[in-house]
Every structure is written in structure tokens, then in C-alpha cells.
């Protein structure tokens, strides 16, 4: 049962923006810490998209773009792309259980 | 180029015990925290273990803690999760994960993930 809430799932259109919600606490994303997003391919590893609540690793495009407020974070995606079809998962610290890092409910991606 | 390779999955009986590997290439893996996050069939994912890079503190999430143990051999750029006590619901595919930092953090992330291992618990 995960503390982090994603919508289940996000389409669009080639070439349209969409977003996805994080919803987590004031004991995760409310108390500060940095949110981390990462893409799932079919079949293959979560692979790091946005780190630090706005930071792009190196090779990221720069269509990725992730935000947060208060205790929700998002991420956008831009001009999107028929190989953006995946799983989105959000992440972060959770300051309730020690040692505890916490994921979302995660996201499927379509594009229509 | 950071490597992350896992071993040692299969498939074990409900109350045995497997040691999953993971060797990391392509940087100074003692700098490093390590963990192991997992995926069970059509699930999300779900942390499970997390050891800082001299090995001398430990974290567990409550569903594995007194029945996994992980361990890391700086020597030889290795993590294990030692698990015994298998359960049905441990049934997932694991990933070893290396962090950004040498300790566990509020502000460090997973930066590389291997393509996992895949773990069957069922008599």
C-alpha cells in the first residue's frame, strides 16, 4: 500500500503535453524532500528521469519536466512521443519509518 | 559506464532461503549506497533494502525485516540480499539500485538500476 498516489493512467495525443500528479504527506513531499520520477519501460529496468524534484540527468530530453508544491509533485511531458508509451513511477523519502524510501502507485502512459 | 548486473534469482520453496548478487562495474562502488528495490508481477514498485557504502548501517522495510539481510563485499564490487523465510508474496522481480550518495537520504536518489532478477516463491 503505497503512501505516494497516481492517477492509474495519462494518454495523449503525439506532439501533446500531459501531466502526472504525485500526491503523497507532510511526512514525504510536504516536508521537503526531493522527488524523484522514473520511466519504465515495457520489459525492461525503471530508468531516472527527474531527480531532486526539477533535475534532469544528463541524456534526459529536455520534454521531461517535473515540479513540486506543497505536498504533491508533477511531472510534465512535452511534445510527447510514441516511445513515451511506459510506467511512471514518483519517489521519495518518507520521514514516518526510518530508512524508508517510498514510491508511487505508478502510471501508464499511452499514446494515442 | 556505471553496470549493474544481478544473479542468484530462481525459484525456492515457501519457507526457503536465496542469495541474490549484484556486481557493479564503471565506478568506485564503496562511494556508494546500495539497494534493492523489487517488483512483483504486474505491481508497482516497492523498496525493499538499503545499505550504505562501507556496509555499516542497514535498512529494511517492514514486510522483509528479521527474514532478509543484505551485505555488500567492497573488495569485490558485490551486494547480496540474503533472504530466507520465503513467502508466496515475495515472489517478484528484484533490482539492485545504486545510489547518489554513500549514505542513506532524504536527498539521495537511485541514479542506476540493473535489469533484475526474477524470484518465484511456490511449492
Known amino acids: 500500500q503505497s503512501v505516494l498516489t497516481q492517477p492509474p493512467s495519462v494518454s495523449g495525443a503525439p506532439g501533446q503535453r500531459i501531466t502526472i500528479s504525485c500526491t503523497g504527506s507532510s511526512s514525504n513531499i510536504g516536508a521537503g524532500y526531493g522527488v524523484q520520477w522514473f520511466q519504465q519501460l515495457p520489459g525492461t529496468a525503471p530508468k531516472l528521469l527527474i531527480y531532486?524534484?526539477?533535475n534532469r540527468p544528463s541524456g534526459i530530453p529536455d520534454r521531461f519536466s517535473g515540479s513540486k508544491s506543497g505536498t504533491s509533485a508533477s511531472l510534465a511531458i512535452t511534445g510527447l512521443q510514441a516511445e513515451d508509451e511506459a510506467d511512471y513511477y514518483c519517489?521519495?523519502?518518507?520521514?514516518?519509518?526510518?530508512?524508508?524510501?517510498?514510491f508511487g502507485t505508478g502510471t501508464e502512459v499511452t499514446v494515442l | 559506464e556505471v553496470q549493474v548486473v544481478e544473479s542468484g534469482g530462481g525459484l525456492a520453496r515457501p519457507g526457503g532461503s536465496l542469495r541474490l548478487s549484484c556486481e557493479v562495474s564503471?565506478?568506485?562502488?564503496?562511494?556508494?549506497?546500495m539497494s534493492w528495490v523489487r517488483q512483483a508481477p504486474e505491481k508497482g514498485l516497492e523498496w525493499v533494502s538499503t545499505v550504505s557504502g562501507r556496509g555499516g548501517s542497514t535498512y529494511y522495510a517492514d514486510s522483509v525485516r528479521g527474514r532478509f539481510t543484505i551485505s555488500r563485499d567492497n573488495s569485490n564490487n558485490t551486494l547480496f540480499l540474503h533472504m530466507n523465510s520465503l513467502r508466496a508474496e515475495d515472489t517478484a522481480l528484484y533490482f539492485c539500485?545504486?545510489?547518489?550518495?554513500?549514505?542513506?537520504?532524504?536527498?539521495?536518489?537511485?541514479?542506476?538500476w540493473g535489469q533484475g532478477t526474477l524470484v518465484i516463491v511456490s511449492s
Open positions: 531532486g524534484s526539477d
Open positions: 519517489q521519495t523519502y518518507d520521514s514516518t519509518r526510518t530508512g524508508f524510501y517510498v
Open positions: 539500485v545504486k545510489e547518489s550518495t554513500p549514505y542513506r537520504s532524504a536527498y539521495s536518489w537511485f541514479d542506476t
Open positions: 564503471g565506478t568506485t562502488f564503496s562511494s556508494y549506497a
